[in-house]
């Protein structure tokens, strides 16, 4: 009882347009949003605290 050998498997190889594998010979790198991102989220932090500041003044002068 024999069997034939299963054929390659080339599920190992990324494949060319898989967003996480580098871009091919003479492609422009992909750019990244990282510093993108962190800076929306300094600049929202920066207007969340400001919103709080803003309350807190008035209701402590309110009194």
Do not use: E, H
């Not at 492609?27 to 207007?47: D, E, F, T, Y």
């Amino acid at each position: 009882m024999s069997s034939t050998p299963p054929g390659p498997n080339n599920n190992w190889q990324p494949n060319p347009r898989d967003y996480n594998s580098a871009p091919t010979y003479g492609q422009q790198p992909r750019k990244s949003r990282a510093g993108l991102i962190i800076a929306l989220i300094l600049v929202l932090a920066v207007v969340a605290l400001g919103a709080i500041g803003i309350v807190t003044y008035r209701l402590l002068t309110s009194s």
